[in-house]
């Protein structure tokens, strides 16, 4: 493993790091178009193949111990590279040791369950990186900014109160904990995209035809609420970036930046939970040296 790519990986994901209890509103203090000073385009692309390959020797030691997982969550507006991130810094990871899920819009059977239900049905086993694409966090987002969501979803009145996000945000930490605590570690990213290049890139997948299967109407209805968003954004941050699952806000403008920078923020995560090969007992050791005996003997 390279020590010191290691290193400047970890880095970066620090200085992206929510501490706890950080007051924000974006987007103050968070520039989408941000890249770290360090971090320069032109050693983009080694630095990303850099994290792939930590990613891919930590994946190896994660499903072989067999004890831990994790779970990314993965959170944006429309155009800012949720796929395409996870398409490239996933890209040299054992495809079986890894599960992507998406969550759309609820089914009525979904609905009829609380909020986490069809997220905890879900969660990665031990020994699994999960990634979420839209995640638990469209319940105090996309919910709060179409409160008629909030109607659908069948709840009692006292579950419809002026304290309703408040409840979600803390039921959220708490099932976060619970996960931590079982051995699936949780780490979120928020994708940091501007107004202006969210327009470009809506632009691009309506000029360019083979980006036109990504275009939907929906978008452009999303956009109409973009001041209602950051300040969601702005409460989930504040409320859920916890020591245990901390929340990570990496500016999205550029996107070279952005897939080195969440290829950092995994590593991370993978490097604190430091996953170990199991060392056999001395019992399973000699009988690897009978089967290797065995298996010379056999031979032409």
């Known amino acids: 493993m390279a020590t010191d790519?290691?290193?400047?990986?970890?880095?970066?994901?620090?200085?992206?790091?929510?501490?706890?209890?950080?007051?924000?509103?974006?987007?103050?203090?968070?520039?989408?178009?941000?890249?770290?000073?360090?971090?320069?385009?032109?050693?983009?692309?080694?630095?990303?193949?850099?994290?792939?390959?930590?990613?891919?020797?930590?994946?190896?030691?994660?499903?072989?111990?067999?004890?831990?997982?994790?779970?990314?969550?993965?959170?944006?507006?429309?155009?800012?590279g949720k796929d395409g991130a996870v398409k490239h810094v996933m890209s040299g990871v054992n495809p079986q040791g890894v599960w992507v899920r998406s969550f759309k819009i609820p089914s009525p059977d979904e609905l009829n369950h609380d909020f986490l239900w069809r997220y905890t049905r879900d969660l990665p086993p031990r020994g699994v990186i999960g990634i979420y694409n839209r995640s638990h966090y469209e319940e105090v987002l996309v919910v709060r900014v179409h409160p008629e969501n909030l109607v659908r979803q069948h709840l009692?009145?006292?579950?419809?109160?002026?304290?309703?996000?408040?409840?979600?945000?803390?039921?959220?930490?708490?099932?976060?904990?619970?996960?931590?605590?079982?051995?699936?570690?949780?780490?979120?990213?928020?994708?940091?995209?501007?107004?202006?290049?969210?327009?470009?890139?809506?632009?691009?997948?309506?000029?360019?035809?083979?980006?036109?299967?990504k275009f939907s109407a929906a978008d452009l209805v999303e956009r109409g609420h973009w001041d209602e968003y950051q300040h969601a954004y702005s409460e989930v941050l504040a409320h859920t970036s916890t020591a245990s699952a901390p929340w990570h806000v990496i500016p999205a403008d550029h996107k070279w930046f952005a897939r080195?920078?969440?290829?950092?923020?995994?590593?991370?995560?993978?490097?604190?939970?430091?996953?170990?090969?199991?060392?056999?007992?001395a019992a399973a050791v000699a009988d690897l040296k009978k089967a290797r005996a065995q298996l010379l003997a056999q031979k032409d």
């Open 156 to 213: 009692p009145a006292e579950a419809r109160g002026k304290d309703v996000w408040d409840q979600r945000f803390r039921a959220i930490n708490e099932w976060e904990a619970h996960l931590t605590t079982n051995g699936i570690h949780v780490v979120k990213i928020f994708l940091n995209l501007s107004l202006d290049e969210q327009r470009k890139r809506l632009l691009a997948r309506i000029d360019d035809p083979t980006k036109n299967w």
């Open 5 to 80: 790519e290691l290193a400047t990986l970890r880095r970066l994901a620090r200085q992206l790091r929510v501490p706890p209890e950080t007051k924000v509103n974006l987007p103050h203090g968070f520039d989408p178009g941000h890249t770290a000073t360090w971090v320069h385009e032109k050693d983009a692309a080694s630095s990303l193949a850099a994290g792939v390959q930590l990613l891919s020797e930590y994946q190896a030691r994660l499903a072989a111990q067999d004890t831990y997982g994790l779970l990314v969550v993965l959170q944006a507006l429309d155009a800012a």
């Open 260 to 281: 080195v920078a969440v290829s950092a923020v995994v590593v991370d995560a993978l490097a604190a939970i430091n996953p170990q090969f199991p060392k056999l007992d």
